[in-house]
């Protein structure tokens, strides 16, 4: 499956952004599609997952309350909508989708078989 981030830029700290991942090539609808973000110098890590179902997600401590993750279907896109921003959250995006759906293991990035190109997201303080 072929995956396009886009929506990063440059906001101050508390501002807000969304972020959008549009896919082709597969059942979209079936896929477990992920957040990760790397920010300079740091390791990719998890931001947010979700399942073919809504209730299906996975967000990690660090956005929770202040990320959310979702899907349309019909679009074949996922979304993170990103508010509260402070520096700490300055990096590259990536979305990325897998086939299945365990919520122990939707932070494990090497079951990510499909990624996108990555956006940036620059927090200004």
């Known amino acids: 499956v072929q995956l396009q981030a886009s929506g990063g830029g440059l906001v101050q700290a508390g501002g807000s952004l969304r972020l959008s991942c549009a896919a082709s090539g597969r059942t979209f609808s079936r896929s477990v599609m992920g957040w990760f973000r790397q920010a300079p110098g740091k390791e990719r890590t998890i931001v947010a997952a979700?399942?073919?179902?809504?209730?299906?997600?996975y967000y990690a401590d660090f956005v929770k309350g202040r990320f959310t993750i979702s899907r349309d279907n019909a679009k074949n896109t996922v979304y993170l909508q990103m508010n509260s921003l402070g520096p700490e959250d300055t990096a590259v995006y990536y979305c990325?989708?897998?086939?299945?759906?365990?919520?122990?293991?939707?932070?494990?990035?090497?079951?990510?078989?499909?990624w996108g190109q990555g956006t940036l997201v620059t927090v200004s303080s």
């Open positions: 990325a989708s897998k086939n299945l759906w365990a919520y122990s293991r939707a932070w494990r990035e090497g079951e990510y078989s499909d």
């Open positions: 979700i399942g073919w179902m809504d209730s299906m997600t």
